[in-house]
C-alpha cells in the first residue's frame, strides 16, 4: 500500500525575511513528519540574521533558508496557506485545489528597539507567539 502523500503548508508575509522563516522552521519542527512546510513572500528579500539567531537559541536552524517568492508555489496545489502579516494576508493569491487560508498577525520585530539586544528580544517574542500558536492552535487545525 503506497503511503498517502503529506499536506503543504505555505506560510505567507511580506518579505519572506522573519516571521514566515520563523514560522516555516518552527512547523518542519513540530509537524514535519506530517506536513511539508514552505514559506514565501508577496515581496521577498533575505533572511533576517536576527531571526536566525532566535531559532538557533531554540534548537530550529534556518540558515540555510532563503526568501522566495509567493509565485514558486501559484501552481502548486497548497492545502493550508498561513498568512503572518496584514499586508500578505491582503495580498494573498488563490491556489489550485481546496485550499484552507489561516490568518494569524504577528507583530513586525525589524524596526524595534534601539539596541541589538532589544532587537533580539522584538524577535524572541515574535517566535514564541509563533511557537505557541502552533503548538497550541494548530494541534485543533490538523485534518
Not at 499536506?7 to 520563523?22: A, D, E, H, P, V
Request: net charge neutral.
Amino acid at each position: 500500500m503506497k503511503a498517502a502523500s503529506k499536506k503543504q503548508i505555505l506560510i505567507l508575509c511580506t518579505g519572506n525575511s522573519c516571521r514566515s522563516q520563523m514560522a516555516e522552521g518552527i512547523a518542519r519542527y513540530l509537524f514535519g513528519d506530517r506536513y511539508d512546510v514552505y514559506s514565501a513572500g508577496t515581496h521577498p528579500c533575505y533572511v533576517n540574521p536576527n531571526a536566525i539567531t532566535v531559532m538557533a537559541e531554540i534548537g530550529v536552524d534556518i540558515s540555510g533558508h532563503r526568501s522566495k517568492s509567493v509565485l514558486e508555489f501559484s501552481n502548486q496545489p497548497i492545502d493550508y496557506v498561513i498568512t503572518v502579516c496584514g499586508s500578505a494576508d491582503q495580498a494573498c493569491p488563490t491556489f489550485p485545489g481546496a485550499t484552507q487560508k489561516i490568518h494569524w498577525g504577528f507583530s513586525d520585530p525589524v524596526h524595534t528597539g534601539e539596541t541589538q539586544e532589544e532587537r533580539l528580544n522584538a524577535f524572541r517574542k515574535v517566535r514564541d507567539a509563533i511557537w505557541k500558536k502552533f503548538s497550541e492552535e494548530w494541534v485543533t487545525t490538523l485534518v
